[in-house]
């Protein structure tokens, strides 16, 4: 018979071993867990990060009435295609760039209407600019003057390369080609007949800037460049939807998958005409597909890879 003694010494050790396998459980149950967590931050995190798909941003800018669009190719390399009437562009840059990046590779300006130029002035000032594209064509108001002052004294003090459109050339930036397609002469003498017509490719995916060209340079452009403009992705409506533009010609040959609305809620041009804006429900009703976005409810962004195009 064990004395109470005995029985307190193998309670006693029984107490130890279960401490010594507790302890080494709980270190290998540590262990384990680290296993786990490493294995699917490295599975959730870092493949992805390996292997993220290059895409291009497009962001149509909510700058109320006007035009802004800023072109990210996957390196990061921007293109801001007009910059809306005041400074309300730069609130909108500030949503999709990070407040330190005070770069901007290009400034397409269309052509030199004022909700088109007009934010131009805070850009200039707030960014540094490689680049300033603009149509050939100019005007004499005093918002023109003050942001073109600004372009050429930076031009003189050779902060950056100033091109004027008067033909159609490309450009490319990284993989992203941007096609200037109009103005083709300097034979137009109407500002908005005279606005840059922008094609951005990326892999098979196309992106139709128009500005506020009117429904003739459309019909022009669909002559000239037929196979080019055939099923676009994605597709400003032109003048912001105005009677004048965006035309049936340009949904049906066009096809465009998405179509942007660019204006200002309660503007005094009434756009967009109720006339274009039936004949896109009209079309989005045959193409289940489609979709139309409109800045007046914010910012619109879209991610671009060689193969789709998505909201994003």
């Given at each position: ?30 262990i ?16 992805p ?7 291009v ?34 609130a ?17 300006m ?12 805070a ?5 540094d ?33 100033v ?7 490309q ?5 992203v ?5 109009w ?5 137009v ?20 800037l128009t ?5 003739a ?8 460049f ?8 994605l597709v400003?409506a ?26 200002g809620?309660g ?17 989005v ?6 979709r139309v ?7 619109v ?12």
């Amino acid at each position: 018979m064990k004395t109470a003694r005995g029985y307190h010494g193998l309670f006693l050790f029984a107490v130890v071993g279960w401490g010594c396998m507790a302890k080494r459980f709980v270190i290998q149950f540590f262990i384990l867990c680290t296993a786990v967590a490493g294995y699917w931050w490295y599975v959730l995190v870092w493949v992805p990060l390996e292997t993220e798909v290059p895409m291009v941003r497009v962001h149509f800018l909510d700058v109320g009435q006007g035009d802004s669009i800023l072109i990210e190719t996957p390196s990061g390399r921007q293109v801001l295609v007009d910059a809306g009437r005041d400074g309300a562009v730069s609130a909108a840059l500030n949503h999709v760039m990070q407040a330190s990046d005070k770069h901007i590779d290009a400034l397409v300006m269309t052509h030199p209407d004022a909700d088109h130029i007009g934010g131009f002035a805070a850009v200039l000032d707030q960014y540094d600019i490689s680049s300033v594209i603009h149509s050939f064509i100019p005007a004499e108001t005093q918002v023109y003057r003050a942001v073109m002052e600004r372009v050429y004294a930076k031009e003189q003090a050779g902060k950056i390369a100033v091109h004027q459109v008067d033909r159609a050339q490309q450009f490319i930036l990284d993989d992203v080609t941007l096609s200037l397609l109009w103005p083709l002469d300097r034979t137009v003498a109407d500002k908005n007949a005279a606005s840059v017509v922008l094609l951005v490719q990326y892999g098979d995916q196309q992106v139709l800037l128009t500005g506020d060209a009117p429904v003739a340079v459309e019909d022009v452009l669909f002559n000239v460049f037929p196979d080019l403009l055939a099923d676009i992705e994605l597709v400003k409506a032109g003048h912001h939807g105005s009677r004048t533009s965006f035309s049936q010609a340009m949904l049906e040959k066009a096809e465009p998958h998405s179509i942007v609305f660019s204006y200002g809620e309660g503007n005094p041009y009434k756009h967009p005409h109720h006339t274009v804006l039936n004949r896109t429900a009209a079309y989005v009703a045959e193409h289940p597909d489609a979709r139309v976005y409109r800045t007046v409810d914010g910012t619109v962004s879209f991610c671009i890879t060689k193969e789709n195009t998505i909201r994003c």
